[in-house]
């Protein structure tokens, strides 16, 4: 049984997930340490443009992301005994994502003059959130997840995170240094990029690239780019949509639950992201090999996802209270609902992301996600006013159940859902 057992660790994929696992807990984790802290200093109101910016800077790091880590994630793991081909996709990528940071620049400025919340906080608010965008969106763990090797980064990951907790602990002392929270965010995923980035550019050898390689690499990407851009209208712009329509506090009511769910529902990601670039493989060689293994990633994130969305629901008035500390009562409620959406997005991330990807069929799942989103946006703009966060996390399970769903019905009539038994159609799978 040692035997079996040590067998068992030293194969790559168990590695990755391993190290995925070691990143995630420490994600799950950290969260839970920093914000009680920052919660009882800064306060609902400040906390609550915290949150805000935050959001905001998901988004920005989001369109320099640009869904690279689904379409370079994919193409890295197909030709990873290829040298060449991946240097030539590092540099493509990577020459795609200057020009990406430009035009981020660019709406962080746009944002500054528009949105009173932003000149509100401060200059230092709006260098923290365009700072921490571009470190979040310059990421290169897609290389080093479609190469399968994760250890190093996941250490430095998990640092680097430590440091930005550490830094918080030590300098943010009242609600007037509300701004720095997201400098020493930026800083601390800062210095983990840096590290990451030599070591791809010395195992690649990538160049700079050129006009036509860019766009050759944003022209590839954009259908993950617009999956994810949807994905995050009801999963992370919430918070940002609530401070354009209610007071800051009502963004920390919804922020701080989100963050918990967010976070434990996290502790479900190692198994995504080990999934993907092994099914992405799978389907092109082995296609009942690949529905067996999304079956039992299914179930599994399935039974995960349930049990900890009753463990948020069930002792919301607990964890709410414990966790953020007096003045918060309005995000009880608030974590009830969230709890829900626990199982449907586990499910959702596998048979949706995972399966239906590597199948050829992201634009028939982007529509089915657009239409989520449009659900969403029109909920929040119906609910909020009335319900404040609660109307916000109502929006989010409703958009995550259609989706879920949909999918799963879409995949039954087209015979390619994993729990169907019957012989598989030929699928047409992504090139």
């Given amino acids: 049984m040692f035997h079996r057992i040590t067998r068992l660790c030293r194969e790559r994929l168990v590695q990755n997930a391993l190290a995925l696992y070691g990143v995630t807990f420490a994600n799950a984790l950290l969260p839970l340490v920093l914000i009680p802290y920052v919660a009882r200093v800064l306060g609902p109101g400040p906390w609550g443009t915290v949150l805000f910016a935050q959001t905001a800077a998901i988004w920005l790091g989001l369109l320099v992301e640009y869904g690279f880590t689904y379409s370079a994630t994919r193409e890295v ?3 990873a005994d290829e040298p060449e081909k ?3 996709i590092v540099t493509e990528v990577m020459a ?13 400025l746009v944002l500054w003059w528009s949105v009173p919340e932003f000149r509100a906080g401060g200059h230092i608010l709006m260098v923290g959130t365009c700072w921490l965008g571009l470190a979040q969106g310059l990421s290169p763990l897609w290389y080093f997840q479609g190469m399968e090797r994760m250890r190093l980064p996941a250490v430095l990951e998990v640092a680097c995170r430590v440091l930005y907790v550490l830094a918080v602990f030590i300098w943010v002392r009242s609600p007037e ?3 720095m929270v997201l400098v020493y965010q930026a800083a601390a995923l800062s210095c983990s990029l840096l590290i990451t980035l030599g070591i791809m550019y010395r195992q690649t050898g990538a160049g700079l690239g050129t006009l036509s390689g860019a766009w050759r690499s944003l022209r590839e990407a954009w259908s993950f780019f617009l999956f994810a851009a949807l994905v995050n209208v009801y999963t992370r712009a919430n918070s940002f949509f609530l401070g354009l329509l209610a007071p800051p506090a009502a963004v920390s009511f919804y922020g701080g639950p989100e963050r918990m769910m967010r976070g434990i529902l996290s502790l479900t990601g190692p198994v995504n992201q080990v999934l993907y670039p092994r099914l992405a493989w799978l389907v092109k060689h082995d296609l009942p090999a690949a529905r067996t293994t999304v079956r039992q990633g299914t179930l599994l994130v399935a039974v995960v996802g349930t049990g900890l969305g009753l463990v948020l629901t069930l002792g919301a008035a607990w964890w709410v209270p414990w966790l953020l500390g007096s003045g918060y009562d309005a995000a009880v409620p608030v974590l009830r609902v969230l709890g829900l959406v626990c199982p449907f997005a586990a499910v959702n991330s596998v048979m949706g ?3 239906m990807f590597p199948l050829g069929l992201d634009r028939i799942y982007n529509r089915i996600v657009m239409a989520g989103a449009a659900l969403n946006v029109g909920l929040v703009f119906l609910l909020v006013p009335a319900f404040q966060a609660a109307g916000a996390a109502w929006a989010v399970l409703a958009a995550e159940g259609f989706i879920t769903f949909a999918v799963f019905i879409l995949l039954w009539r087209q015979g390619l859902n994993p729990f ?8 047409q799978v992504t090139s």
């Fill in 177 to 179: 240094d509300a701004a």
């Fill in 353 to 355: 992301i995972r399966w």
């Fill in 86 to 88: 991946v240097r030539q």
């Fill in 96 to 108: 795609g994502r200057l020009g990406l940071c430009l035009l981020a620049v660019v709406l962080a």
């Fill in 77 to 79: 793991a197909r030709h």
């Fill in 420 to 427: 169907q038994r019957n012989p598989l159609p030929e699928a």
